[in-house]
């Protein structure tokens, strides 16, 4: 396999039956086959953009077409987000963006110019009302001419209306979205032929088998772009390139990485409670009914002691399998893809900074976690260690409803005395 490692050990036995083995391995690279990972950038120019995760179906027929079109194996073609024909990127259906908030208008701003507007406007009625009564005599004079003086203003303004019509020029509404796949080299052969395979992206034919797949030709026109991803460069990642930040509605994380590449993240689904009160509260209650349940069962039952000893293994399961469950340590290097929600940013440019946010709720404890690589999405040459971390979010804000109970349950009792008496 083309850059592989691989550990070799000697041994051998002699005629004897003796073994003679090496201390320790030797550590050897295979050579390189001048493997180079090639882009096909496919833009697409339509109504709407195109979202690699909204229409990823669509985009992992086209990486099947890739495929079979240029007859190589599944797992060398490769969308931006890592996913490959068949077999989606994790980063599509469980990125869990927060939504950005949107700021409302205060109701009372808009209630108070209405009532100013209403004021002004009732004023210049008695105005007018006043003036109307003192120059009924000077406006009938008048009225002519300003019938006149209005048919002109029309007339004017209708010329210009019909001007500005056919100055204005229709806005193109068309957008044009990229669409990235990778083809990655074969590892397995001696010596790879880059060049055959951008010639095979860059023919025609490989454009309309992709375009024949379902669900393209909404996309728009489409054009092929071929090039070979760029040498990669190795980036510096610790945890101070990393801040948490937290509001109510979403967890984001900042940074910057010290060349350009991609960084991933990824925070925890469920999350801890900041309000272990509530669920000690909940334990308690369990463990008050399950002695419960034990004492009517002491009762019913003519031997106490196999009861007993019962009640005792029981105790003794649920804290071995408290145990297991408080023994999940990623530290340790356990880590479920599924338990996570994942994001991907790439980070380009004079800053490199990235900004990542999930959607969390209120008064609960993420673990989160993030690691950098070189400038290629899905078979990077240089990956960092992960650095992780924890997230607070804030605690739910408890409005203060008691004065409005009091009073509301006042108004009721008047109402009923009435009714009454």
């Known amino acids: 396999m083309s850059k592989g490692v691989y550990l070799a050990e000697l041994y051998c036995y002699d005629i004897s039956g003796n073994f003679y083995g090496s201390t320790e391995g030797t550590e050897i690279v295979a050579a390189d086959n001048g493997g180079v990972t090639v882009n096909v950038a496919l833009a697409f120019t339509g109504e709407t953009a195109v979202d690699v995760r909204a ?23 490769a969308d931006s987000l890592g996913g490959t024909c068949g077999a989606p990127s994790p980063l599509v259906a469980d990125s869990a963006p927060a939504v950005e ?5 205060p109701a009372a701003t808009e209630e108070a110019a209405a009532t100013d507007d209403a004021a002004a406007t009732d004023a210049a009625a008695a105005d007018d009302t006043a003036t109307a009564a003192d ?10 001419a300003a019938d006149a003086t209005r048919l002109l203003q029309e007339e004017a ?8 019509a056919a100055a ?17 080299p074969d590892p397995f052969t001696t010596a790879y032929d880059v060049a055959a395979v951008e010639a095979q992206a860059a023919d025609p034919t490989f454009a309309t088998a992709v375009a024949a797949v379902e669900g393209v030709s909404a996309f728009g026109t489409m054009a092929v772009t071929v090039t070979q991803v760029a040498a990669e460069e190795e980036n510096a990642f610790t945890a101070d390139s990393v801040t948490a930040a937290t509001s109510a509605t979403a967890v984001t994380l900042t940074g910057a990485t010290s060349g350009e590449g991609y960084v991933v993240c990824w925070m925890e689904k469920e999350g801890t409670s900041t309000t272990p009160v509530e669920e000690a509260a909940a334990r308690l209650l369990q463990e008050a009914e399950a002695d419960a349940a ?11 002691a196999a009861t007993d000893a019962a009640a005792t293994d029981d105790a003794a399961a649920t804290d071995a399998a408290a145990t297991t469950e408080d023994a999940h340590d990623h530290a340790d290097g356990e880590m479920h893809e599924e338990d996570y929600h994942w994001q991907m940013a790439q980070t380009s440019g004079e800053t490199l900074d990235f900004s990542i946010a999930f959607a969390s709720l209120e008064g609960m404890v993420y673990d989160w976690g993030c690691l950098a690589t070189s400038n290629n999405p899905v078979n990077p040459e240089y990956t960092s260690a992960a650095v992780w971390g924890t997230a607070t979010t804030p605690e739910p804000v408890v409005e203060d409803t008691g004065a409005a109970y ?7 009792a008047i109402f009923l005395a009435v009714f009454m008496f």
């Open 55 to 77: 229409n990823n179906d669509v985009i992992n027929a086209m990486l099947c077409a890739t495929t079979q079109h240029m007859m190589v194996e599944l797992y060398r073609v």
């Open 101 to 105: 908030e949107v700021a409302e208008e």
């Open 135 to 144: 120059d009924t005599a000077a406006a009938d004079d008048t009225a002519a």
């Open 157 to 164: 303004a209708a010329a210009d209306a019909d001007a500005d």
């Open 168 to 184: 204005v020029v229709e806005e193109d509404t068309t957008v044009v979205s990229t669409v990235d796949m990778y083809v990655l």
């Open 294 to 304: 034990a004492t009517d069962d002491a009762a019913a039952t003519d031997d106490a």
């Open 406 to 412: 009091l009073w509301s349950t006042m108004i009721m």
